[in-house]
T-cell receptor
Framework: AQSVTQLGSHVSVSEGALVLLRCNYS??????LFWYVQYPNQGLQLLLK??????LVKGINGFEAEFKKSETSFHLTKPSAHMSDAAEYFC???????????FGAGTILRVKS | SQTIHQWPATLVQPVGSPLSLECTVE??????LYWYRQAAGRGLQLLFY??????ISSEVPQNLSASRPQDRQFILSSKKLLLSDSGFYLC???????????FGAGSRLTVL
């Protein structure tokens, strides 16, 4: 079975500061990993994904994440936070040809001016 | 291009009343379809998924059911709503064999 743990249900940063959202996964097979963003009362939008190949993946809006197998982690970062980054972020895991995507509990990012 | 539609966007229903949420996908064939529920502070819970017409897999025993009467239509139903059914319901789809899920805008259900 696969699972995802997102450390910190709420993260607050100042505008211009580094954003770091933590995600650890559990998987008995090579994982495929995802980060999604959700703005209030909207669906989820894909930020980035890791399947195979380069372990540092870049996504939309300046976000990136690094797959670290030894640490079973897939943390999301952005060098400089913008007010428009305030949203809820979800990490998710599946496997190759898997039918189900398992989500973490989500992290609400607040950006202070 | 592919699009996904969910309706209604918001719904307020009394306890014990029936429910029907509908999701349709355009621009693709034989998608895998999913219903997730998002309750406050609890992340996304997979409720049902379907890999084809009439094929439904249930992930969590509950008061809800799902049906797929057509290739690109996925319906979430209940005969009698409970207070605990309140939440934000998200439909999603993906091409079979692909990994990226695309989500609809969601349906917010409040049961009073």
């Amino acid at each position: 079975a696969q699972s995802v743990t997102q450390l910190g249900s709420h993260v607050s940063v100042s505008e211009g500061a580094l954003v770091l959202l933590r995600c650890n996964y559990s998987s008995s097979v090579p994982p495929y990993l995802f980060w999604y963003v959700q703005y209030p009362n909207q669906g989820l939008q894909l930020l980035l994904k890791y399947t195979t190949g380069a372990t540092l993946v870049k996504g939309i809006n300046g976000f990136e994440a690094e797959f670290k197998k030894s640490e079973t982690s897939f943390h999301l970062t952005k060098p400089s936070a913008h007010m428009s980054d305030a949203a809820e972020y979800f990490c998710a895991v599946t496997r190759e040809y898997g039918n189900k995507l398992v989500f973490g509990a989500g992290t609400i990012l607040r950006v202070k001016s | 291009s592919q699009t996904i539609h969910q309706w209604p966007a918001t719904l307020v229903q009394p306890v014990g009343s029936p429910l029907s949420l509908e999701c349709t996908v355009e621009g693709t064939s034989n998608p895998n379809l999913y219903w997730y529920r998002q309750a406050a502070g609890r992340g996304l819970q997979l409720l049902f998924y379907s890999v084809g017409i009439g094929q439904i897999s249930s992930e969590v025993p509950q008061n809800l059911s799902a049906s797929r009467p057509q290739d690109r239509q996925f319906i979430l139903s209940s005969k009698k709503l409970l207070l605990s059914d309140s939440g934000f319901y998200l439909c999603a789809w993906r091409i079979s064999g692909a990994n990226v899920l695309t989500f609809g805008a969601g349906s917010r259900l409040t049961v009073l």
